[in-house]
């Protein structure tokens, strides 16, 4: 992902911009707009690109200003499709002159840096699980929709229980995840559990998670 180029930027007090909500599903993207409408667009085929940015704003004073305002830059490409979505234009405006980079077009949606950066680990990795660690399917979750959250708990799931088996090592027996082996799994859920506190799809994520380990153990008792 981009970067602000050193000695590029200078800050000052920034009013802050409404936001749109986005919610995931493997291949498509939902947005709620600030402004009420809603957008929907699938992913299959797009091509994604991320870059810096800026976005143009002026001042609400006595002596108006334009400003330029520095924007990390997620571009969705399909045929003649084209998706921007912009961190917030919080991060310092960009001296004039001294570097080169793209305006974000005005109708770019605004994402909180957060799902920004789900968003793009997303659709930049290929919409597959495997790049992902465990902190980052959490962050995943936050954004998804309520079946790709669950999709994601059982994903998450699945890794703890592979970290929890390597852990024990060669000599791992024949007693199942008991003791220690249990404890590496509630350690390797944690960012899980952290990320339900603020989220509700990270909850439902959670559940899935726990529901999942729950079967297993249930399996192994019979």
């Known amino acids: 992902m981009g970067r602000p180029v050193?000695?590029?930027?200078?800050?000052?007090?920034?009013?802050?911009s409404p936001r749109a909500?986005?919610?995931l599903d493997p291949d498509l993207v939902a947005l709620a707009l600030p402004d009420g409408r809603r957008r929907r667009h699938s992913l299959d085929g797009c091509t994604p690109d991320a870059l810096d940015g800026f976005v143009a704003l002026r001042d609400v004073g006595e002596f108006p200003r334009?400003?330029?305002?520095?924007?990390?830059?997620?571009?969705?490409?399909?045929?003649?499709?084209r998706h921007v979505y912009i961190t917030p234009p919080d991060e310092g405006a960009v001296a004039p002159n001294v570097v080169c980079v793209p305006e974000a077009p005005s109708e770019a949606a605004i994402l909180e840096p957060g799902a920004f950066e789900a968003l793009s680990d997303w659709v930049l990795h290929g919409g597959r699980f495997a790049a992902f660690s465990i902190g980052e399917l959490a962050r995943l979750a936050q954004i998804a929709s309520v079946s790709f959250a669950a999709e994601i708990g059982e994903v998450v799931a699945q890794r703890a229980l592979e970290i929890a088996w390597d852990a024990r090592g060669p000599l791992r027996g024949g007693g199942g995840m008991i003791g220690s082996g249990a404890g590496m799994i509630d350690a390797s859920l944690q960012p899980l559990v952290?990320?339900?506190?603020?989220?509700?799809r990270a909850g439902d994520a959670l559940m899935a998670a726990l529901a999942l380990h729950a079967g297993r153990r249930d399996r192994r008792r019979r």
């Open 21 to 23: 909500e986005v919610q």
């Open 66 to 81: 334009r400003q330029r305002r520095f924007v990390r830059m997620l571009v969705l490409e399909r045929g003649v499709d």
């Open 194 to 200: 952290d990320a339900a506190r603020q989220s509700p």
């Open 6 to 16: 050193p000695g590029v930027l200078y800050r000052e007090v920034v009013t802050r």
